[in-house]
């Protein structure tokens, strides 16, 4: 699409010292360059800070204040136009009052309600709709925000029980000030806990203003729409207990060990006042989690019960993800740490960290090792033996997952790796893998150094895999071969061959034609890394997409792609003028270097919006960034017609295209790989974009964890850029 050339504000506050009115063109142009002079001279790591204020030319606080409190007027030409980024479209304000869309029919507006379809974005009620975030649920009028909490905590002595007790560190109760779901530009949350206590149960939560509204399911929720499950309303509890998974002592209330059955995002249907729904006893929600999807509906049924406990009735539309015979218990593990109940029964004081080095993921649960989960995926699976399970979007069909370590192959097993001649049989997290040519030079040395044969870089897939596992599980995988190693000439391979082992996961993509690739590979187990290894695919590139939602993307990705006349210096400061455009507007996002030349960074945001959106907000967000350097930037398709500048690839977030994974190797020289960085070291003089090899990226995890990681909580939404 074509976007305005003109400045944003985001990079407009990036690049002068005083905001740069519209009407001035002299005056933006002066501050643009004293902008760009300042992001070309940072003063070193100790100095990050104060050189990221230099190039913004404002406090981040005061520009996140002016970003949020700067929105198009709705109905307008400028708020249209601003309003066409993907930001998740607000329920159209006539289906509060519409019965007809708070009973599931096509409200007046013309809005469908089954497929929740949005407005056009650009159109009068597009920009309406997606001018401003969601307001926030009420609090019911019939009891104070500050009582919310005041039944759970009546009920549990937190010197005895390791759950949260809602409390922040003053003292003071959570939830008695009212706040949006999920926090500014954030999706609201939802978490399903696997609860045995007296009996086994599901406890089915949703934030909703500043607290986790709950219902405890016996039969546990389903995605089967013929079916219904009671459900009985029970107390709020605090936000915190979204990713709470432990034992309960016996004779706390509640007894028993829970564990994280699912997660995700969730977004109300025909209301902008989900508590509203909720105290009037008819509550629709669409469902964005790991296990459940779709739309899922709560009614309540008459009056309380004898023990003054509401009954309400769960059930799931017929709507695209609706499963017939779907059965929670199919599915019996956790979304957080891999692990069943009997597992944390059995092990009730740890838990599995995966923000943290392996070697220090297992915390104590008491010592806040339930702290700071939500949102994420799937974490490796913690090392325990797994049985035959079901893929919880595979209709039911079974699937035979093997035991699986979580920090990677044993040093008994890498002994086994180097024993073996040019080829044979190697095992490892529980499959047999037939490995060929394992002397064969793949990546050619440099100076001084040794060339990384094939059995290194065999070696280096089963290291990694557990680390990189959660940014491919779930996405169709293209990857880059070189069976004759780097320094030949290689080709991509999408279509996965028909001889590969029946046990290697894969994606049918549907409505494929003639010539296109039909089956992919899915990198949802680490040995399925290895095996792509020893298939000569020295590069993996993941889709932004999960195969079972190909259209929505969850990473928004900026690609500064240096020109031959593009220094490291030059790339640096495109990547800083980013770095303060994503502050200004208040948007999270993690850099990596690519392992060659350049920088990437990858935005997590909530499901919804198509690739073709995330590609628009992209777009004018690198343009307004160009704008301020045009000299080091063009915006030519072809490479020859870029007189050698830099090119903002905002293509890049097209549905048929990928970026290098975190942590995939490059083709090149030595084997650099592609390495999740901090924000403050595109301050350091010391980072390169291609000093991280499968040789040293290990000793770093080891010191800084995986920096990656905040990219799986996709529960962002993006912002119109004004």
């Known amino acids: 699409m074509a976007a305005s050339r003109k400045t944003s504000a985001a990079t407009q506050t990036a690049a002068a010292d005083k905001p740069v009115a519209p009407d001035k063109p002299a005056a933006a142009k002066k501050t643009a360059a004293a902008g760009k002079s300042a992001a070309k001279k940072p003063s070193g790591r100790s ?33 249209a136009a601003k309003t066409a980024a993907p930001r998740k479209a607000a329920s159209d304000p006539k289906a509060a009052s519409d019965p007809k869309a708070a009973s599931g029919q096509k409200a007046a507006g013309g809005q469908k309600a089954a497929g929740g379809r949005k407005p056009a974005a650009g159109t009068k009620a597009g920009a309406a709709k997606t001018a401003a975030p969601r307001k926030a649920a009420r609090a019911p009028a019939d009891r104070a925000a500050g009582d919310r909490l005041t039944p759970y905590e009546q009920k549990r002595d937190f010197a005895q029980t390791p759950e949260p007790s809602g409390r922040s560190r003053s003292g003071r109760a959570r939830g008695t000030v009212k706040a949006p779901a999920g926090g500014p530009g954030h999706a609201p949350r939802f978490v399903v806990q696997r609860h045995r206590a007296r009996r086994l149960h599901y406890d089915l939560r949703f934030e909703i203003d500043g607290v986790l509204v709950s219902w405890a399911v016996p039969k546990g929720p389903t995605l089967d729409p013929d079916v219904r499950h009671a459900a009985i309303h029970v107390e709020d509890h605090p936000i915190e207990y979204v990713d709470f998974e432990g034992v309960i002592p016996s004779g706390q209330y509640g007894g028993g060990d829970v564990i994280v059955w699912d997660t995700g995002t969730w977004e109300p249907h025909a209301t902008d006042d989900p508590a509203a729904a909720v105290a009037a006893g008819d509550f629709h929600a669409d469902l964005q989690g790991q296990k459940l999807r779709g739309r899922f509906i709560l009614v309540r049924r008459g009056e309380p019960d004898r023990s003054g406990k509401e009954q309400w009735l769960l059930l799931h539309k017929h709507d695209e993800y609706a499963v017939k015979g779907w059965n929670p218990e199919d599915y019996p593990e956790s979304v957080l740490s891999g692990r069943t109940n009997d597992e944390v029964k059995a092990d009730p004081d740890r838990m599995w960290r995966s923000d943290l080095p392996p070697s220090k993921a297992s915390v104590p649960v008491k010592d806040g090792g339930h702290s700071g989960q939500a949102g994420r995926t799937a974490a490796p699976r913690g090392g325990r033996a797994r049985s035959t399970r079901r ?155 999960r195969a079972d939602a190909p259209g929505c993307p969850t990473y928004a990705l900026i690609d500064i792609d240096p020109g031959a006349a593009t220094s490291w210096e030059d790339v640096l400061v495109l990547a800083r003028l980013h770095r303060t455009a994503l502050d200004h507007l208040g948007v999270r996002g993690q850099p990596k270097v690519t392992g060659r030349r ?19 907000w992209v777009e004018q967000l690198s343009r307004a960034v160009g704008d301020v350097v045009p000299e080091l930037v063009s915006w030519k398709w072809e490479l020859r017609d870029r007189s050698g500048h830099a090119r903002l690839d905002y293509t890049q977030n097209a549905g048929h295209k990928t970026l290098v994974a975190p942590y995939s190797p490059r083709p090149l020289a030595g084997a650099p790989v592609s390495a999740p960085i901090a924000w403050d070291e595109l301050d350091d003089p010391a980072l390169r974009p291609d000093g991280f090899t499968i040789g040293n990226i290990f000793g770093r995890l080891g010191e800084r964890g995986d920096l990656f990681r905040p990219v799986l909580d996709t529960t962002q939404v993006l912002p119109p850029i004004t």
């Open 47 to 79: 100095k990050a800070v104060s050189g990221q204020e230099a190039a913004s030319g404002q406090k981040a606080a005061s520009d996140r204040t002016a970003a949020s409190e700067r929105k198009p007027a709705a109905g307008t030409k400028a708020g």
């Open 391 to 545: 893929s919880a979007h595979s209709g039911g069909k079974a699937t035979e997952e093997p035991d699986a370590g979580s920090d990677g192959p044993s040093a008994d097993q890498l002994a086994g790796l180097d024993a073996l001649g040019s080829g044979g049989t190697w095992e490892v997290y529980g499959r047999r893998l037939r490995l060929t040519n394992l002397d064969k030079e793949l990546f050619p040395p440099r100076p001084g150094e040794e060339p990384v044969a094939k059995r290194e870089f065999i070696a280096y897939a089963a290291r990694i895999a557990p680390v990189i596992l959660p940014y491919l599980e779930g996405r169709p995988l293209n990857m880059n071969r070189y069976p004759n190693g780097a320094g030949t000439r290689g080709f991509w391979h999408k279509q996965l061959p028909s001889h590969v082992p029946e046990w290697i996961p894969r994606w049918d993509r549907p409505g494929t034609s003639a010539g296109e690739a039909s089956t992919y590979l899915v990198v949802d187990e680490p040995a399925a890394l290895v095996w792509a290894a020893n298939f000569g695919a020295l590069e993996w590139h993941a889709w932004t997409a």
């Open 598 to 616: 350049g920088i990437q960074v990858w935005i997590p945001i909530a499901p919804g919006p198509s690739s073709a959106e995330v590609t628009a």
